[in-house]
């Protein structure tokens, strides 16, 4: 299994601002997942970057609320631009193999006030 | 489109009790994987088990079982003699791809 870290653990953010979460792996992988975890609710996908080529959004989400960059097959990042109070949520990242399970990051808990 | 349905919200039961997790799913894709993960109150998400759909055989670690029916698209998840370690939220979720789509949750609180 992959080990997985977030930066940073957990932030307070002002109403229009951006914050951007990194997500470092331990070994090289091809693909990396972006969840959103909204209070008391499900994960859901936003976008999966797959190295050297623009990430994929889900629906609802678009890449000018939430760009990501994909540089190395061990990093990745998730900006969350012109934040409002919904975006006050845990952002995780994971990584996985088509068919496999995912292995998450501990998450990054956003409160934007 | 894929969806799982965990109709239980929440559950309390009392340590040594045994419970019961349900997951129903929804696909139309003949390949795919059925997953449960625990996330307990620290946040983490820790993988329990993965089943791919031509392996229907129930799954048995240790206090934990897994019974998987096709036939009623189910994948529901045993807990033998509860322990109040055990009290987390428990998804259920599914792909035939990449990306997991993850069922509502079910909150479990085991009390002494």
């Known amino acids: 299994s992959a080990v997985i870290s977030q930066k940073p653990s957990r932030d307070i953010c002002q109403r229009g601002t951006s914050l951007t979460i990194q997500c470092q792996v331990d070994s090289q992988v091809t693909m990396m997942f972006w969840y959103r975890q909204q209070p008391g609710q499900s994960l859901t996908l936003i976008a999966t970057a797959n190295q050297g080529s623009e990430a994929t959004y889900e629906s609802g989400f678009v890449i000018d609320k939430f760009p990501i960059s994909r540089p190395n097959l061990t990093f990745s990042t998730l900006t969350v631009s012109n934040m409002s109070p919904e975006d006050s949520s845990i952002y995780l990242c994971?990584?996985?193999?088509?068919?496999?399970?995912?292995?998450f990051g501990p998450g990054t808990r956003l409160t934007v006030t | 489109a894929q969806k799982v349905t965990q109709a239980q919200t929440e559950i309390s039961v009392v340590e040594k009790e045994d419970v019961t997790l349900d997951c129903v799913y929804e696909t139309r894709d003949t390949t795919y994987y059925l997953f449960w993960y625990k996330q307990p109150p620290s946040g983490e998400l820790v993988f329990l088990i993965r089943r791919n759909s031509f392996d229907e055989q129930n799954e048995i670690s240790g206090r934990y079982s897994w019974n998987f029916q096709k036939s009623t698209s189910s994948f529901n998840f045993t807990i033998t003699a509860s322990q109040v370690v055990d009290s987390a939220v428990y998804f259920c979720?599914?792909?035939?791809?990449?990306?997991?789509?993850f069922g509502k949750g079910t909150s479990l609180l085991v009390t002494p």
């Open positions: 994971s990584v996985g193999a088509q068919g496999s399970e995912q292995y």
């Open positions: 979720a599914l792909t035939s791809g990449y990306a997991l789509n």
